[in-house]
């Protein structure tokens, strides 16, 4: 038997979980967007949108940017800001991937598992002139095609058979003629990554890029925690060469640099 009181939790569940609808809705509009576009995605009553976006305008999250278009506010991305800079992790990984970035004039990057994904937690790109890459805090790659993401799965995965779990059943998107799509030859890899302790990744995200990663350990006997990688332009600083700073990035990352050899 359901209580008024049970009724009336539920109510507010569902209320609070339209809230953040409409707020994740938003993260993906920088521009802003109409509450007739919100309702058209959301597949929601116009009325039930707006009640949502006044919630939110009440304490910052949203903003009305011009008549009837909405983004994101600024208390949004204060708080958003502070937590992540704030983050354990960051104020350890950031010096890191400043070292790394500086050291070889090429971006270095602190990435996560998330299922089948990675997900960057953090990016430094190189000194002004030098080509940057497009990807971006919070973006995420298929982890089968990037040197952190092999890295990772090769700690996560025990057999074939649990990588063909986690990836599943559809072919794996060939992005450029580089890109590793035979789960046989995948897992092959990974146990390569496991063996060596570190990943690359030859060209096989991005046509002219190629990149190495080490794991992160918070402290030492631990898991790793994520890993990070040095991603750099083939022309300018090919695989073969970037292979041989192993040592030197592994040592970087551990706290301290060290000769490569």
Not at 37 to 51: D, F, G, I, N, Y
Not at 95 to 124: N, W
Not at 179 to 192: A, K
């Amino acid at each position: 038997m359901v209580t008024p009181e049970a009724g009336r939790d539920e109510s507010r569940v569902v209320g609070a979980d339209r809230v953040l609808a409409v707020l994740i809705e938003l993260g993906g509009h920088p521009q802003g967007t109409t509450l007739d576009e919100l309702a058209q995605v959301m597949r929601s009553p116009k009325p039930t949108v707006h009640r949502a976006l006044t919630s939110l305008r009440k304490v910052g999250l949203a903003t009305q940017i011009r008549r009837g278009t909405y983004a994101l506010g600024d208390e949004f991305f204060r708080l958003a800001f502070r937590n992540f800079a704030e983050r354990p992790e960051t104020m350890l990984i950031t010096p890191i991937l400043e070292e790394l970035s500086q050291r070889y004039g090429e971006t270095a990057h602190y990435a996560v598992l998330d299922g089948a994904e990675v997900v960057y937690r953090a990016k430094t790109d190189p000194p002004g002139g030098a080509v940057r890459l497009t990807s971006v805090v919070g973006g995420r790659n298929p982890a089968y095609r990037t040197a952190v993401g092999k890295l990772l799965l090769s700690r996560h995965v025990d057999s074939e058979a649990e990588l063909r779990e986690l990836l599943g059943t559809e072919p794996l998107d060939e992005r450029t003629p580089q890109t590793i799509t035979d789960m046989g030859r995948l897992w092959s890899e990974l146990q390569l990554v496991r063996e060596r302790g570190f990943a690359v990744d030859d060209q096989e995200n991005e046509v002219g890029v190629n990149c190495v990663a080490v794991p992160v350990y918070p402290v030492p006997g631990a898991a790793a925690s994520g890993a990070v990688s040095v991603s750099a332009l083939a022309f300018r600083l090919p695989l073969a060469d970037l292979v041989q700073e192993v040592p030197t990035i592994i040592g970087i990352v551990e706290g301290g640099p060290r000769t490569a050899g």
